[in-house]
């Protein structure tokens, strides 16, 4: 089973729609995250999200929205897609803060192309 | 915030050879991984190393928390050892665990 799976894979799209990627995991963990993969292969969080509190990267736009409806699950809705949204979406999940750290798994990731 | 610095940027190794990958900090970190993101995009993590030496397989990393650096060293390449390595730093806080990335070490292994 994969522990963390995104959905879709590939996903092209015009710019100005709406679209969202799930994620899932079946790892138990409390926290999930979404990170961004741009053209440079530079990795950046977007959010972070557990039961207790959203942590929003202050660089992301407001047209990026987390859903979580339960703990292993937590879908990405982007909003009036631009060109420059265009990039590699990885969702990951951790258990609490407590552990060694060496427990983060990442997703598979989602393209996302904007034309 | 603190910056993180990877080198060398890219690199080719013949297969067999051996290469040794560096992270820079410009402060201390508490946290420190190595991930490798393979040709196909997957992300997996290699080493959680705050500090001192751990050994897995062909790979090996080392930290040096008061000097700011980590290195990865990878023995015996093999074309499977393609992709591009990042060293991330953790910040944990409000119940989350945030990673920062390096740019990441292009690595290209080839026959």
């Known amino acids: 089973d994969t522990a963390v799976s995104q959905t879709p894979k590939y996903l092209v799209t015009q710019m100005g729609n709406d679209k969202s990627i799930k994620c899932e995991q079946n790892l138990g963990h409390d926290t999930m995250y979404w990170y961004k993969q741009d053209s440079k292969k530079f990795l950046k969080i977007m959010f972070s999200?557990?039961?207790?509190?959203?942590?929003i990267n202050e660089t992301v736009p407001n047209r990026f929205s987390p859903k979580s409806p339960d703990k292993a699950h937590l879908n990405l809705h982007i909003n009036s897609l631009e060109l420059g949204d265009s990039a590699v979406y990885f969702c990951a999940s951790s258990q609490d803060e407590r552990d060694s750290g060496n427990t983060i798994y990442f997703g598979e990731g989602s393209w996302l192309t904007v034309v | 915030g603190i910056q993180v610095e990877q080198s060398p940027p890219d690199l080719i190794l013949q297969e067999g050879a051996n290469s040794t990958l560096r992270c820079n900090f410009s402060d201390s970190v508490n946290n420190l991984q190595w991930f490798h993101q393979n040709p196909w995009g997957q992300l997996i993590n290699l080493f959680y190393?705050?500090?001192g030496t751990k050994q897995n397989g062909r790979l090996s990393a080392t930290t040096v928390a008061t000097e700011r650096y980590s290195l990865l060293y990878i023995s015996s390449s093999q074309t499977t050892d393609s992709g591009v390595y990042f060293c991330?730093?953790?910040?944990?806080?409000?119940?989350?665990?945030?990673?920062?990335f390096g740019k990441g070490t292009k690595l290209s292994v080839i026959p």
């Open positions: 991330a730093f953790g910040i944990s806080g409000a119940g989350s665990y945030q990673l920062t």
């Open positions: 999200y557990n039961n207790k509190e959203l942590i």
């Open positions: 190393i705050p500090s």
